[in-house]
């Protein structure tokens, strides 16, 4: 099963991307026209997030969204294991480059932030391809690992379970002047972050970007890669997270207000249909288990 699913996901990485991102977007628009999860998620999302756009707005901004929900899932295998040449033209960003390497320059190594936005599987292949990275991933089940790891690693990256074992691997190539890579807007496992608001909302946050960031002095910036339209490829965004991530007391929420900051400026590709505030302190219910007992 391993050998017969890695093999069919190579052969689709050899898809044009116009295609890949055509099917994605025509997956998202039928997705859009139904009743499902997904949908109901993305505008419960926006609504509280983003509710300063009118209704419209928010519409147009979920149905984009859903779109680049399968475009991601679609353009992997073409970024895991297509061709390299094809690679290499998708990853050429002078300006972009010139600002890693600056970053490097400074000699305290970098911490990458690439949350779910854009392509952001290609994100952390632009940033391996300057220099020594280690990545922090949570092991997937299956056959899934496997190809996932093979595909994170293509330009040398060296992954990293999400562990003790994992945070000390992160700290240490830190210490060694080298990048790392943290997806910084996902819920953590209870005990394993702190709540800090998001978007007006009480979000479980991890606090290991703070804690990193504190220990070792190392600049602290996000890495965005924007789809551009009609399967053109893609343009990189870089930019510094606020001042005070490596604050003890005011760090987490640092770190929430450039995540917010980077979906602000690019809303339509953002994750919408991710539960980021399932977890709430104690006492609090679940959001979504409220949302949709007040639908039934």
């Known amino acids: 099963m391993k050998s017969w699913l890695h093999s069919l996901i190579r052969a689709s990485g050899a898809a044009p991307l116009w295609l890949l991102h055509g099917l994605g977007g025509a997956i998202g628009a039928l997705l859009w026209r139904v009743p499902n999860k997904q949908r109901r998620l993305t505008l419960w999302h926006l609504e509280r997030c983003l509710p300063e756009l009118g209704a419209g707005e928010r519409e147009r901004i979920a149905r984009a969204s859903l779109g680049h929900m399968f475009k991601a899932v679609l353009e992997a ?10 690679l290499a033209r998708w990853l050429a960003d ?15 190594g970098v911490i990458w ?18 220099g020594p990275m280690t990545s922090l991933y949570k092991p997937q089940k299956g056959a899934v690992d496997a190809i996932m790891y093979d595909g994170r690693t293509r330009l040398g990256a060296r992954l990293v379970p999400t562990t003790g074992a994992g945070v000390k691997a ?11 890579g943290i997806l910084p807007d996902h819920d953590p496992p209870r005990g ?4 800090a608001p998001l978007f ?22 996000f890495c965005i890669a924007e789809r551009l339209p009609r399967g053109r490829g893609y343009r990189f965004h870089l930019s510094p997270a606020p001042a005070d991530i490596a604050d003890a007391q005011t760090g987490v929420a640092a770190l929430n207000r450039g995540v917010e900051a980077v979906i602000r400026a690019l809303p339509e590709q953002y994750w919408w249909a991710y539960e980021r505030y399932r977890h709430q302190p104690d006492g609090r219910p679940n959001p979504y288990r409220l949302a949709a007992t007040s639908k039934s």
């Not at 970024?79 to 390299?84: N, V």
């Not at 932030?113 to 300057?130: R, V």
């Not at 394993?192 to 709540?195: I, N």
């Not at 946050?205 to 910036?221: D, M, N, Q």
């Open 192 to 195: 394993a972050g702190v709540y």
């Open 77 to 86: 295998p073409a970024l895991w294991f297509g061709s390299r040449r094809r």
């Open 94 to 108: 002078p300006a972009a480059a010139r600002q890693v390497e600056a970053l490097r320059a400074q000699d305290r």
């Open 113 to 130: 932030l690439c949350p779910h936005i854009g392509a952001w599987e290609l994100a952390g292949l632009f940033c391996s391809a300057h």
């Open 200 to 221: 007006g909302m009480t979000a479980h946050t991890t606090e290991l970007v703070t804690k990193l960031a504190a220990r070792s002095g190392a600049p602290v910036w």
């Open 170 to 180: 992160l700290l240490a190539a830190l210490r060694n002047k080298e990048m790392i």
